[in-house]
Nanobody, 118 residues
Framework: QLQLVESGGGLVQPGGSLRLSCAAS????????MGWYRQAPGKQRELVAR???????NYADSVKGRFTISRDNAKNTVYLQMDSLNVDDTAVYYC????????????WGQGTQVTVSS
């Protein structure tokens, strides 16, 4: 099926920035969404951001104004620019791909660790 390879995680101090990348390969539907969920120990899995093939974006309230999702269609890659990171952003971030209807995840990246700590 669709292959997703993500990168860009790491260790940063509060207030720092990271950019996650997720490159997709393989066939895909015309109506789809890509984005990131994150999972932290003891917390619910959370949809962080997504962007659809129509260009619509959605963000979790907790990251609005700090994170920006974008895409490079030529490279079949989506990016998540994360600014003003805080300790609550610490999690494993999983890129995903989902199709309409519902944009339910059908493919997942391998995950990348984001750690925000002083």
């Amino acid at each position: 099926q669709l292959q997703l390879v993500e990168s860009g995680g790491g260790l940063v101090q509060p207030g720092g920035s990271l950019r996650l990348s997720c490159a997709a390969s393989g066939s895909r539907a015309s109506l789809y969404a890509m984005g990131w969920y994150r999972q932290a120990p003891g917390k619910q899995r959370e949809l962080v951001a997504r962007i659809t093939s129509l260009g619509s974006t959605n963000y979790a309230d907790s990251v609005k104004g700090r994170f920006t999702i974008s895409r490079d269609n030529a490279k079949n890659t989506v990016y998540l620019q994360m600014d003003s990171l805080n300790v609550d952003d610490t999690a494993v971030y999983y890129c995903y791909f989902g199709i309409w209807p519902g944009f339910v995840p059908t493919s997942w990246g391998q995950g990348t660790q984001v750690t925000v700590s002083s």
